[in-house]
């Protein structure tokens, strides 16, 4: 197998959409029942930037045919140590070598970039975690996915209430000015959510990075809600949740960051602002209808609120650390 980079910015048709077949074929098969997404949802993720770091991309090609994808990102921010990378091969073309030939590139260019660690993302019940094992790799988090299914649920029937003291404020894309600051001091607050023993070390937030990652979610065509609690006496951000939505592929959301500032906890905004996103979402009409999330088990308040809110466990994603 041949292993060739791989660049989206070229714009070259070809290249996008043998992506595209290979990360559909993996995924229908991997996760049975899952809607691949559209080839332009794709292409417009893969062209996009990433505001704190960068990606590179690989091709592994046999007999003329492109048959795996590797994927490698480089944090200039957190964990420089580290790169992330994913594998990806044609169900068709497994147990071959493929992954191996790729990964080894990933590892050759993490090298290069002064990176000793890989990370790398697995499925239970698919063939990921025991590659990942006979590659050298350790397990070191496992996260829970879970879906709610927007259509089974009762907004009205959630049960929870206003906290005194707080108002609930809601945007879409762009914070608006005024709650900038302090929403970016929100999200650090993300700093102590439990990794299972991975070790991520979360770098300072700030107004600059928020508006970069706004444009690069526009880019990659996705669009970000946010419900937000201001505490109403000091008018700062104290809690969020974060919703991404694929403009081209509604269906499925993606739930981003839930976050409640530590001396703003015990008030149940978490419960509060989660709520009102899925009664938002019931609101629209049903462009989107789940709503899918990870989260560490160790973490059990937050599983307590999905399970409230009518989550329920699709999958387990495994996180493992493999030495450069």
């Not at 899918?292 to 609120?305: F, K, V």
Request: hydrophobic content about 40%.
């Amino acid at each position: 197998m041949t292993v060739t980079p791989f660049d989206p910015r070229l714009g070259l048709r070809e290249q996008l959409s043998c992506w595209h077949e290979v990360a559909s074929a993996a995924d229908s098969h991997d996760e049975p029942g899952r809607t691949p997404l559209p080839a332009a949802a794709f292409a417009a993720a893969l062209r996009a930037p990433r505001p704190d770091g960068t990606v590179r991309r690989w091709l592994g090609c046999a007999d003329g045919e492109v048959v795996g994808l590797g994927e490698l990102f480089l944090s200039d921010r957190e964990n420089l140590g580290w790169g992330f990378a994913e594998v990806t091969v044609h169900p068709r073309h497994r147990r071959s070598g493929h992954g191996t030939a790729l990964l080894a590139a990933l590892r050759t260019a993490a090298a290069d970039a002064g990176r000793d660690t890989l990370v790398l993302s697995a499925v239970q019940g698919t063939p990921g975690p025991d590659w990942a094992a006979a590659q050298g790799a350790r397990k070191a988090q496992e996260l829970w996915e879970s879906e709610a299914d927007l259509g089974a649920l009762d907004p009205a029937a959630l049960g929870d209430r206003p906290a005194p003291g707080y108002r609930l404020v809601c945007w879409s894309d762009e914070v608006p000015g005024e709650l900038l600051a302090s929403y970016a001091a929100a999200v650090d607050a993300m700093a102590d959510s439990p990794d299972g023993g991975l070790g991520y070390q979360s770098a300072p937030n700030s107004p600059e990075l928020v508006r970069a990652r706004e444009r690069c979610a526009r880019a990659a065509g996705l669009q970000r809600r946010v419900v937000a609690a201001v505490h109403e006496a000091s008018g700062a951000v104290a809690g969020l949740t974060v919703l991404e939505i694929p403009l081209l592929a509604p269906e499925l959301a993606h739930q981003d960051d839930t976050v409640v500032v530590p001396t703003h906890r015990g008030h149940g905004l978490g419960l509060w602002v989660k709520a009102e996103m899925v009664r938002r979402l019931a609101a629209d009409g049903g462009a989107v209808r789940r709503v899918r999330t990870t989260t560490d088990p160790s973490n059990r308040h937050m599983l307590a609120i999905n399970e409230r809110l009518g989550f329920r466990r699709v999958g387990v994603r495994e996180q493992w650390k493999l030495p450069v």
